[in-house]
């Protein structure tokens, strides 16, 4: 489903991750390593936020040829989320759903699951790391993806909320979305069914033994 070839981000003459040949097939997928490994770069390329050489294509997509397409079907929360300080939750997340063609009643029903409904006309500048995080993940889980990368999904929330993003991450999947979740933590904590799991090493992604 998501195939990466010749892939290769550098900055400058600094190769930071190299990806010969990745066929990541549909499923709940976890990439490991730890902070400075090039996981988050590697998220943002595959999301199509950043240039990169080689290609990356979601399903017959391709994120240079088709890139409006390619990225109305890939879905991307970062691990330390920004946005502009004087909007708020509420805002962006409709700005999002708007842009992504989100589905009737999809915002408040993820508003309602992360129970933000308190604080989310208020400017995100006065938000905590939480109400960043959760804002960030609604905006991931907006519109009909194929692809949702979850950068480091669970840091920052507390039992609640992470139950509720994996019921989200069961839930959708059965809908047919698949998920690529990166994070230094154990992803036991949230108890997921994880179809394989990934390891950057070294400035190259290979397959880990360990879960």
Do not use: C
């Not at 905590?128 to 990368?149: D, E, Q, W, Y």
């Not at 994996?166 to 999947?173: G, M, R, V, W």
């Not at 994880?194 to 397959?207: A, H, L």
Request: no cysteine.
């Amino acid at each position: 489903m998501l195939t990466l070839r010749n892939f290769q981000k550098s900055y400058g003459d600094r190769p930071i991750i190299t990806i010969p040949d990745w066929q990541l097939p549909p499923g709940i997928h976890w990439l490991k390593g730890p902070n400075g490994a090039g996981k988050t770069t590697l998220f943002r390329s595959i999301a199509g936020l950043l240039p990169h050489e080689g290609t990356s294509k979601l399903n017959n997509l391709d994120s240079k040829r088709d890139a409006v397409a390619y990225r109305m079907r890939i879905n991307y929360a970062e691990a330390e989320p920004t946005f502009p300080p004087l909007l708020t939750a509420h805002e962006i997340i409709r700005w999002v759903a708007d842009a992504k063609q989100a589905p009737a009643g999809q915002v408040e029903a993820l508003i309602a699951a992360f129970d933000i409904s308190a604080y989310m006309h208020t400017p995100v500048s006065t938000y905590s790391s939480g109400m960043l995080k959760k804002t960030s993940l609604i905006v991931a889980f907006l519109g009909k993806p194929n692809l949702i990368l979850l950068d480091e999904p669970l840091v920052t929330l507390d039992i609640a909320a992470t139950q509720t993003v994996a019921q989200l991450i069961e839930s959708t999947h059965k809908q047919g979305v698949s998920f690529l979740l990166s994070s230094h933590q154990a992803m036991e904590t949230a108890q997921l069914p994880i179809d394989s799991v990934w390891q950057v090493e070294g400035g190259k992604v290979v397959v880990s033994g360990e879960r």
